[in-house]
């Protein structure tokens, strides 16, 4: 399952563009992690499913692609688009766009190997 996380503000501050994705964090991601991706124009990453954590992913530069073999979707992700909340045991991973794209994921709970299950590339196929 996924959800859309609408941009909660768009302001100026000092100058600065500033977009605000999450008003109140909501209590499952109370005490998670925060992570930070770069990843290059068709350069794939990810190809995982979260047993029990939620994820929250949020574009913040340049555009890349979500993809949710399961559902059949790709979802382009750009800094105005928002986050999209990953539901556990959805597998997703996704592909850059731009030249260079960065990512923030903030997980429901801390980082553990036994928390993660990686897909291989031939269980996911992207033939649709």
């Known amino acids: 399952m996924i959800e859309r996380l609408t941009i909660a503000k768009h302001e100026t501050v000092s100058g600065r563009f500033v977009r605000k994705y999450i008003k109140d964090i909501p209590s499952e991601f109370v005490g998670g992690e925060l992570y930070s991706t770069e990843i290059g124009s068709g350069e794939f990453r990810g190809w995982k ?4 954590n939620c994820v929250v992913l949020i574009c913040v530069l340049g555009k890349a692609e979500v993809l949710l073999p399961e ?5 382009e992700l750009e800094p105005d688009f928002g986050g999209l909340v990953i539901h556990p045991l959805t597998i997703f991973g996704f592909v850059g766009v731009a030249d260079i794209s960065t990512f923030v994921s903030l997980a429901s709970g801390a980082w553990a190997i036994e928390e993660i299950e990686n897909i291989p590339e031939s269980e996911y196929g992207l033939e649709w």
């Not at 559902?71 to 979802?75: G, N, S, V």
């Open 49 to 52: 499913r979260h047993k029990a």
């Open 71 to 75: 559902l059949k979707q790709k979802i």
